[in-house]
């Protein structure tokens, strides 16, 4: 329990997880960033990827195609097995999942498009995503195939940071070689 908490508050304190002093702007196109830590059956995950990459714009939505293709967006976000999909044998399950916009000024609320002259429009976008699992058979999990580049056209390359209780390390997967493939 106590290495659990530690895992997590690194977790936490990963750079790229910093979300209040994430510069959107700082973002490649093409290039989404996921951050995973395994402890004992806990899998935690956190997922980055610019709107460009998952939706094709970046501007506020502004028609109700736009509006769809977020709101559809966050809803395949939040099913992350059918994105990042591990063994079966590993017995995975979702525990909890969120997706959400970030770099809206008002997001979409219609009471806001009478004075939209006062909100800035933004340059960059980014998706974000949460998740815990539970995997019943961790030492199951060898690999993760990233059917997200199936899902989203644009993406080009993930990089992925594992934190497990032996360490942390960084791949990069991409939409050449979408298979990340995990020691034990
Ligand atoms: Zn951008």
Same mark, same amino acid.
Not at 17 to 35: F, I, S
Not at 126 to 138: G, I, R, S
């Given at each position: 329990?106590?290495?659990?908490?530690?895992? *997590?508050?690194?977790?936490? /304190?990963?750079?790229?997880?910093?979300? %209040? &002093?994430?510069?959107? #702007?700082?973002?490649?196109?093409?290039?989404?960033? =996921?951050?995973? /830590?395994?402890?004992?059956?806990?899998?935690?995950?956190?997922?980055?990827?610019?709107?460009?990459? *998952?939706?094709?714009?970046?501007?506020? /939505?502004?028609? #109700?195609? #736009?509006?769809?293709?977020?709101?559809?967006?966050?809803?395949?976000?939040?099913?992350?097995?059918?994105? +990042?999909?591990?063994?079966?044998?590993? &017995?995975?399950?979702?525990?909890?999942?969120?997706?959400?916009?970030?770099? %809206?000024?008002?997001?979409?609320?219609?009471?806001?498009?009478?004075?939209?002259?006062?909100?800035?429009?933004? &340059?960059?976008?980014?998706?974000?995503?949460?998740?815990? =699992?539970?995997?019943?058979?961790?030492?199951?999990?060898?690999?993760?195939? +990233?059917?997200?580049?199936?899902?989203?056209?644009?993406?080009?390359?993930?990089?992925?940071?594992?934190?497990? /209780?032996?360490?942390?390390?960084?791949?990069?997967?991409?939409?050449?070689?979408? &298979?990340?493939?995990?020691?034990?």
């Amino acid at each position: 329990m106590k290495q659990a908490l530690s895992l *997590i508050a690194l977790f936490a /304190a990963m750079p790229a997880l910093a979300n %209040e &002093t994430r510069q959107l #702007d700082a973002h490649e196109h093409g290039v989404g960033e =996921l951050n995973i /830590a395994i402890e004992g059956t806990t899998v935690l995950m956190e997922f980055h990827a610019p709107g460009a990459d *998952i939706v094709g714009f970046e501007y506020s /939505a502004k028609s #109700d195609s #736009d509006r769809a293709a977020v709101e559809a967006a966050e809803v395949r976000l939040s099913a992350p097995l059918e994105l +990042f999909v591990m063994p079966e044998a590993a &017995t995975c399950t979702v525990k909890s999942a969120q997706a959400e916009l970030e770099g %809206e000024g008002g997001h979409d609320d219609h009471a806001d498009e009478g004075h939209a002259e006062h909100q800035e429009e933004p &340059t960059h976008t980014e998706f974000h995503a949460q998740y815990m =699992l539970t995997c019943v058979a961790p030492d199951a999990l060898t690999e993760i195939s +990233f059917v997200y580049f199936e899902a989203f056209p644009n993406a080009q390359e993930v990089e992925v940071q594992i934190i497990t /209780a032996s360490g942390a390390k960084v791949f990069e997967v991409s939409r050449d070689a979408p &298979t990340l493939a995990l020691e034990h």
